[in-house]
T-cell receptor, first 112, second 111 residues
Framework: RKEVEQDPGPFNVPEGATVAFNCTYSNSASQSFFWYRQDCRKEPKLLMS???SGNEDGRFTAQLNRASQYISLLIRDSKLSDSATYLCVVNPPTDSWGKLQFGAGTQVVVTP | DVKVTQSSRYLVKRTGEKVFLECVQD?????MFWYRQDPGLGLRLIYF???????EKGDIPEGYSVSREKKERFSLILESASTNQTSMYLC??????????FGSGTQLSVL
């Protein structure tokens, strides 16, 4: 079983619509969580950090459910520029310092 | 802005060649990382370094070594390249272990 699992998509979203997708993780002792965004043929860039129950940044909302071991990302009022692959990243327990665990990514395609 | 620079965007090598991938960061970060990214697998950690001359194995260190002689530079070495090392290689730096700044990547093809 992978440590971090994501639906690869693609999620095809009309411009202006809302899209949400989840990421599940296997280690219940994981410390913190992140969403990175990766454009086609580009490097990943940090989108949001999630340390407690959730975080909101403009049109983006991340939620953490520790009981069910998943985090979600919701994008409201989708823009064409939101088309990208969203990587879920989990920081494991402290004895694995430095070894972030990456999901394979969820592809989002926003269409006009 | 943090800048992480990888020396080559595309590289083609032959099986058995020794390959050097260079990475330089300009933000005085303590920590530097090498990942490879393959379709459907996500990023996998090869090696990381938390200080000059210090290195730690990641999840897939076999077939690789690293060098960190200066704080700003972290090199990945493939001693004898093999076809299964064809991949996108991403270098990252960070002041902590969480918020990574990535270079633009090196697409390595081993023929």
């Amino acid at each position: 079983r992978k440590e971090v699992e994501q639906d690869p998509g693609p999620f095809n979203v009309p411009e202006g619509a809302t899209v949400a997708f989840n990421c599940t993780y296997s280690n219940s002792a994981s410390q913190s969580f992140f969403w990175y965004r990766q454009d086609c043929r580009k490097e990943p860039k940090l989108l949001m950090s999630v340390y407690s129950s959730g975080n909101e940044d403009g049109r983006f909302t991340a939620q953490l459910n520790r009981a069910s071991q998943y985090i979600s990302l919701l994008i409201r009022d989708s823009k064409l520029s939101d088309s990208a692959t969203y990587l879920c990243v989990v920081n494991p327990p402290t004895d694995s310092w430095g070894k972030l665990q990456f999901g394979a990514g969820t592809q989002v395609v926003v269409t006009p | 802005d943090v800048k992480v620079t990888q020396s080559s965007r595309y590289l083609v090598k032959r099986t058995g060649e020794k390959v050097f991938l260079e990475c330089v960061q300009d933000m005085d970060h303590e920590n530097m990382f090498w990942y490879r990214q393959d379709p459907g697998l996500g990023l996998r950690l090869i090696y990381f370094s938390y200080d000059v001359k210090m290195k730690e194995k990641g999840d897939i260190p076999e077939g690789y070594s690293v060098s960190r002689e200066k704080k700003e530079r972290f090199s990945l070495i493939l001693e004898s390249a093999s076809t299964n090392q064809t991949s996108m290689y991403l270098c990252a730096s960070s002041q902590d272990s969480e918020k990574l700044f990535f270079g633009s990547g090196t697409q390595l093809s081993v023929l």
